[in-house]
T-cell receptor, first 111, second 113 residues
Framework: GQNIDQPTEMTATEGAIVQINCTYQ??????LFWYQQHAGEAPTFLSY????GLEEKGRFSSFLSRSKGYSYLLLKELQMKDSASYLC????????????FGTGTLLAVQP | NAGVTQTPKFRILKIGQSMTLQCTQD?????MYWYRQDPGMGLKLIYY???????DKGEVPNGYNVSRSTTEDFPLRLELAAPSQTSVYFC????????????FGQGTRLTVV
């Protein structure tokens, strides 16, 4: 299978910066997504990386290193509403591509 | 736009019963997926489809079946419900491939007792 690993939980303070790491198997890898999921809701898209480097979108940035099988999501100027699960998901190719999710990181933002 | 619509939102099944979870999308997306999410866990891929008439197994297909007779609809069938199938089920779709943003339905919360 395609193991995608993330920390289970993280805690950070309002206004601070937090980095959520994700590692994945590189064999067959075709791209990486980050999704946000608030409790009881569906996941929503945050970012997509297919090439090495940093993609910045407002307070959120995502980084990818294909050779290392590593990505991170960087959240700046944390707000209370950023308390949610952050899901790393990788696209794996073959006969047909498929989107595989990690277990998710539950982020708690404290005042 | 409706996006991805799942029905029902909630369901309680008895062990051994069968049911179909409905999923429809109005975005003309080729790719559709079914995931399950157990409490405090990530999403596990059950089945996916790259287009009408084509389906394939994901990570956890046992106990489930799917069909894709049209671009819009991708129903998930549970034939003999078991307590291990208690979960939240999400349907999702993406336009050309999994390398494009996936849009999710609001989920079906299924309890098997």
């Amino acid at each position: 299978g395609q193991n995608i690993d993330q920390p289970t939980e993280m805690t950070a303070t309002e206004g601070a910066i937090v980095q959520i790491n994700c590692t994945y198997q590189t064999s067959g890898f075709n791209g990486l997504f980050w999704y946000q999921q608030h409790a009881g809701e569906a996941p929503t898209f945050l970012s997509y990386n297919v090439l090495d480097g940093l993609e910045e979108k407002g307070r959120f940035s995502s980084f990818l290193s294909r050779s290392k099988g590593y990505s991170y999501l960087l959240l700046k100027e944390l707000q209370m509403k950023d308390s949610a699960s952050y899901l790393c998901a990788a696209v794996y190719g073959g006969a047909t591509n498929k989107l595989i999710f990690g277990t998710g990181t539950l982020l708690a933002v404290q005042p | 736009n409706a996006g991805v619509t799942q029905t029902p939102k909630f369901r309680i099944l008895k062990i051994g019963q069968s049911m179909t979870l409905q999923c429809t999308q109005d975005m003309n997306h080729n790719y559709m997926y079914w995931y399950r999410q157990d409490p405090g866990m990530g999403l596990k891929l059950i089945y996916y489809s790259v287009g009408a008439g084509i389906t394939d197994k994901g990570e956890v297909p046992n106990g489930y079946n799917v069909s894709r007779s049209t671009t819009e609809d991708f129903p998930l069938r549970l034939e003999l419900a078991a307590p291990s199938q208690t979960s939240v089920y999400f349907c999702a779709s993406s336009y050309e491939s999994p390398n494009t943003e996936a849009f999710f339905g609001q989920g079906t919360r299924l309890t098997v007792v």
